[in-house]
């Protein structure tokens, strides 16, 4: 043992210095935020409580494709569809278990008309769990409280990639023009 060890051993340095930080730090005003009071600030591209998107004129855009709930990882989003007018598909039900999603956003990345959102909401909790599931009225009920007006347009404009302006050739860059097919 050499001499630095057996001083560190007998005085307690390490003891001494970690005594010294606490005894800094005790006078100093708490960083712990009191919750119910002071809530923190929700970061932009939050995923919270999901909703259905409305487009302009109030219609759900949601055409039941499907492809959300099979992109889910959770398998938490169930949509039945039917027949409807010049054989178009109607959304009968669209449900979301909101105590198995992980909220991952892919439904949203997978869907091609924008119509799942997840919102900036995240204080909701109950005591049961018929809350937690999700309905087709439960969830346009939830872009009209979280997503109303420019919000919404916001959301999709600024949190969801890609767009078609991404999709721009640049100078001498490699394309796939004048390629025929040999037959």
Not at 167 to 173: C, K, R, S, V, W
Request: charged share 30%.
């Amino acid at each position: 043992m050499t001499a630095a060890k057996l001083i560190r051993a007998i005085f307690f340095i390490e003891i001494l210095k970690g005594l010294a930080l606490t005894f800094k730090t005790m006078f100093t005003p708490a960083v712990t935020r009191r919750y119910p009071k002071v809530k923190r600030p929700v970061q932009p591209g939050f995923r919270g409580l999901h909703a259905l998107a409305k487009d302009e004129n109030g219609k759900m855009k949601c055409v039941g494709c499907g492809l959300c709930g099979a992109y889910c990882p959770s398998k938490c989003i169930y949509i039945y569809t039917s027949d409807g007018k010049d054989h178009k598909k109607v959304v009968d039900r669209y449900e979301i278990e909101v105590l198995r999603c992980i909220y991952c956003g892919f439904c949203v990345e997978a869907c091609p008309f924008g119509a799942i959102t997840l919102s900036e909401h995240y204080e909701y909790s109950d005591y049961s769990r018929e809350p937690f599931y999700m309905t087709k009225d439960k969830l346009l009920s939830n872009w009209d409280k979280h997503f109303a007006g420019e919000k919404g347009k916001r959301y999709f404009r600024d949190f969801w990639r890609p767009k078609s302006e991404d999709f721009i050739g640049y100078e001498g860059q490699a394309m796939f023009k004048g390629i025929k097919n040999e037959k």
